[in-house]
């Protein structure tokens, strides 16, 4: 057993660069992750048990079995950095279908009415969002000002709007 671990700590260590890499944070923001996952790992194994997570990451706690894929009841940056993957992929899925569905005109762009109706939080920012100023939102005006503002907190007193990235 002491052995797997060994060998699972070394493929890890040597995926961490790239790991890393897929993991920056937005650009001018800090990448605290790494602090994060040392101050979980209070026996500094390299991973992170469900007792671990419980003290310091309750949702992660809350979804340990969901990313300890492996089932040996440890989760190991590996299997974090899946997933916020399949996480990830999952938020962008579901902004394309907001879009999708509130691009009732199917221009590929929304408009103030559309974002009304079908993006109102958006809408509230509609301006802001519209950086180009033609009275439309592209799925790329959304992404950036989702990533302008994230890890602010709440935008404009609003949750921030939801959009594809």
């Keep these: 057993m002491r ?13 961490v660069p790239l790991a890393a890499l897929a993991a920056d944070a937005p650009p001018g ?6 602090e994060h996952w040392a101050a979980l790992d209070t026996n500094g ?7 671990e997570a419980a003290a310091g990451a ?3 706690a809350e ?3 969901e990313i300890d894929t492996s089932g040996d009841g440890l989760i190991t940056k590996d299997e974090m950095q899946a997933a916020r993957g399949k996480h990830h992929q999952e ?3 579901r902004g394309e279908e907001r879009f999708k569905g509130a691009d009732k005109n199917g221009d590929g762009m929304i408009d103030l009415a559309e974002a009304q109706q079908g993006m109102p939080r958006a809408a509230e920012h509609f301006k802001e969002l519209d950086t180009d100023g033609n009275g439309n939102l592209t799925r790329e005006e959304l992404k950036a000002g989702m990533h302008a503002h994230r890890g602010e907190g709440q935008w404009g007193g609003q949750q921030k709007p939801v959009a594809p990235e």
């Design 29 to 34: 923001k800090p990448d605290h992750r790494g």
């Design 58 to 60: 309750p949702r992660m």
């Design 63 to 65: 979804h340990f079995a």
């Design 3 to 15: 052995n797997r671990r060994l060998v699972a700590l070394l493929g890890c260590m040597a995926l």
């Design 45 to 51: 194994d390299g991973a992170v048990s469900k007792d």
């Design 91 to 93: 938020m962008q899925a």
